[in-house]
């Protein structure tokens, strides 16, 4: 098996050949295990490469002729006023979102193999579980070359992709301009509409947006605010397109203090296409940061200690495609040596611990596919020269970055690319990662986020001795070497990098619904918001004069220092922290005392 994931094909006809051959090496199980109702529902029609793909697997697997049918199904699904379009129903009819419950790690590097021999999507994962995007037709090649524990160890997440996907559009993306348009080939135009699902008087944020509406926003808002904002480029993407950035901050004059290098703060999201919500939530921190100052207090100090650059979309190519063609499009969409298998994963593609080895390196077909060589994909290598530009020659000090992503709600800090190696300020890592975990939590409805290591990200750990871990017995989902996480960390010796994961945990994945955005951008600025505070000293918690009240942190933090106190000094009595103890309000902050000690 490890032979055959090594080999890629350079033309349909050795792909072709390498499937037969994986027919002989790989016998299914059990391929006529029955499979639950819901893999019998209809699926629609598919494009051509989808039916070929899917007709060479049943062929190989010999998936049973009745078997093919109660999958395929013939009956019809019925359309209503709320239904898909024909278009996304003959994409995405017929595919279904899978969770894996991994319990062991022969399991995880079973089910692993089996997405690289089918060139499966996976979607997320950790420690317990995978999700899995695939054809409903592919359903039983999957299970056939799972062990017998994972043949009935999985759940649908989504009953109608077609349906979620066509939901997390505009209201009006596929509507007609007009009544007399029927060509059915209108490009997606967005029209910004009033909705019921939103807390807040800015409609930008009521829907998720398509570049050609943010653009003209990031322009607008700089011709609004040209005191504290300015409109960059942090390069050029493989089609042509600018990278566009908000760079934000006041600089004091103040002559009697020479100027050392401006200390600044990198959020960047959109790295994946198909992750709208990290867009949608660097450009809520932008907006938020940008409208505060001269307002708040608090955030006009950080203005003016700190810049800070939004970069919204590092894929803007990608981005784009998500609203014309592939809504689940992840990657960047510049040419490959596979001419129809395009796009390079650009969080696998920074030259910091890029990995050759990886079965995703020699596969441009992976979703995962980290390009031929270190820094092949294009946007990433020109954001990387910019970030080193701004160090080496314009008098910039990046002192923090972060990189948001989606889905499963996690604060993860170096490494990604291996556990064997630990990070030189692990401590002040864990201690702001869980505190922006808890500036999370203390938001209106936020959410409650992991804290981890990349790595532990990247690979299912199921050893539970010492000793096995640190001789790295994991079972790789996907190679976490080439991340932007690692590279701003190593190369340019950022000391606090991080990569947050935002909503959901899975019910939607990437398919968060709209009325998500603010809630999720809240938190995220949240986080960003503590993040400066931490670095200036505040520990996060900064109470402006007369609003003690609206500072739901202060008390916590108090009871955190008693708690602390009587620990240390041994006065702890039964029963007298009953009230704590319920809360588990200070659990992450346990979790780091006991991390050092460790």
């Known amino acids: 098996m490890r032979q055959l994931t090594n080999w890629y094909p350079l033309t349909a006809i ?129 299970l056939g070359l799972l062990p017998s524990s994972l043949q009935h160890a999985h759940t649908p997440l989504m009953h109608d992709l077609a349906q979620a996907i066509f939901e997390s559009y505009p209201s009006l993306a596929f509507e007609d301009p007009s009544p007399s348009d029927h060509d059915g080939h209108r490009p997606f135009s967005p029209l910004l509409q009033s909705s019921e699902n939103t807390d807040t008087t800015n409609i930008f944020f009521r829907e998720y947006q398509p570049l050609s509406v943010i653009i003209p926003w990031m322009r607008l808002l700089r011709s609004l605010f040209p005191t504290h904002v300015r409109m960059i480029n942090v390069g050029v993407s493989y089609e042509g397109r600018d990278i566009p950035a908000l760079r934000v901050g006041v600089h004091p004059t103040n002559s ?71 809504r689940l499009w992840r990657k ?123 790595c532990e990200g990247s690979v299912i750990d199921t050893p539970t001795s010492k000793s096995a871990k640190q001789e790295g017995l994991r079972a790789t989902m996907e190679s976490g070497g080439g991340s932007a996480l690692d590279w701003f960390y190593h190369e340019l010796n950022v000391k606090y990098a991080y990569q947050i994961k935002l909503r959901d945990t899975g019910s939607y994945g990437f398919l968060l619904p709209s009325k998500n955005i603010v809630p999720t951008g809240k938190e995220a600025f949240a986080a960003v918001k503590y993040m400066g505070n931490f670095l200036l000293g505040n520990k996060g918690i900064e109470i402006e004069e007369g609003e003690e009240e609206k500072a739901p942190g202060r008390k916590e933090e108090e009871n ?16 007298s922290n009953a009230d704590d103890d319920e809360d588990g309000e200070w659990e992450m902050d346990f979790e780091l005392r006991r991390r050092r000690k460790r």
């Open 560 to 575: 955190w220092q008693r708690k602390m106190s009587r620990e240390e000094t041994g006065q702890v009595e039964d029963g």
């Open 332 to 454: 960047n969409r510049q040419q490959t040596s596979l001419r129809f298998c395009r796009g390079v994963d650009l969080d696998h593609s920074y030259d910091f611990a890029w990995d050759r080895e990886s079965s995703s390196a020699n596969n441009p077909c992976s979703e995962s596919f980290a390009g031929e060589g270190p820094f092949q994909g294009v946007e990433a290598r020109r954001f990387a020269n910019w970030a080193r530009n701004e160090t080496q020659n314009n008098n910039v000090s990046i002192v923090a970055f972060v990189d948001f992503h989606s889905y499963s709600q996690q604060i993860l800090y170096p490494y990604s690319y291996t556990c064997a190696q630990t990070p030189p300020t692990l401590e002040n890592l864990e201690e702001l990662a869980i505190g922006l975990a808890k500036a999370i939590r203390l938001t209106d409805g936020g959410e409650a986020y992991g804290v981890t290591a990349a």
């Open 14 to 142: 050795l792909c072709l050949c390498l499937s037969s051959y994986a027919a002989a090496a790989y016998t299914p199980r059990n391929p006529s295990t029955s499979l639950p109702s819901f893999y019998q529902q209809a699926t629609p029609a598919r494009s051509a490469f989808s039916r070929l793909r899917d007709g060479i697997i049943r062929s190989i697997w010999a998936v049973p002729c009745d078997q093919q049918a109660k999958v395929s199904g013939a009956n019809t699904i019925s359309a209503g006023p709320n239904a898909p379009p024909s278009t996304l129903l003959a994409r995405y009819g017929g595919d279904v979102v899978l969770r894996f419950n991994i319990g062991s790690a022969e399991e995880a590097s079973a089910l692993a193999e089996a997405v690289n021999v089918l060139f499966l999507d996976v979607w997320e994962f950790n420690s317990e579980w995978v999700d899995i995007r695939l054809s409903k037709d592919v359903v039983p090649s999957l």
């Open 256 to 326: 009697e203090k020479p100027k050392g290098p401006r200390k600044t703060i990198v959020i960047t999201g959109g790295s994946h296409a198909r992750e709208w919500i990290s867009t949608s939530s660097v450009n809520y921190i932008a907006y938020s940061f940008i409208t505060a100052y001269g307002k708040s207090k608090e955030m006009t100090t950080l203005l003016e200690k700190f810049d800070w650059v939004f970069i919204p979309t590092l894929n803007p190519d990608g981005y784009v495609y998500t609203w014309e063609n592939d």
